[in-house]
């Protein structure tokens, strides 16, 4: 009998089966990065979450939505691969840390900080508009003769 698949385990490949499908990933490299990298990516979440230090599901959304623009702005194959890469780590990420954070976090305190992360992105969002905003506002001093 076969050993049974932990959650972690299991919502990293949840999350890795959209790449397999569109044929962006072989199977054989979701094994290697199965077999590679969740034990590193495992590790330092639960590490965060048992020093409480910092990582909810704002934080690991933010790193998939900066991933996902990233990937969607690349204009090259190597980029769209590169950046591609980065986006699959950062889904598997944010899936590891869902499934992680019940051993560490009450069932009221993950319900809050689900019913949070919307919030603050929106937040962040109008902060990042505002910012660009100033940006495209403040005259441009010409560069000092040398």
Do not use: C, W
Not at 24 to 46: A, C, F, H, W, Y
Not at 84 to 106: D, G, P, S
Not at 130 to 135: F, L, M, R
């Amino acid at each position: 009998m076969g050993r049974t698949m932990t959650a972690a385990e299991r919502a990293a490949r949840d999350a890795l089966k959209p790449y397999v499908k569109a044929g962006q990933m072989r199977q054989s490299e979701v094994n290697k990065t199965m077999r590679d990298g969740l034990p590193i990516i495992e590790r330092v979440i639960r590490t965060e979450l048992q020093r409480h230090e910092f990582g909810s599901t704002f934080y690991y959304g933010t790193k998939v939505t900066r991933a996902r623009e990233e990937y969607e702005a690349a204009t090259t194959a190597t980029a769209r691969h590169m950046k591609r890469a980065r986006l699959a780590t950062a889904e598997v990420t944010a899936a590891v840390y869902k499934a992680v954070r019940a051993e560490y976090k009450t069932a009221e305190e993950i319900e809050r900080e689900d019913r949070e992360a919307p919030l603050m992105a929106a937040a962040l969002d109008v902060v990042k508009e505002e910012a660009e905003q100033a940006a495209a506002s403040t005259p441009q001093a010409p560069p000092a003769a040398a």
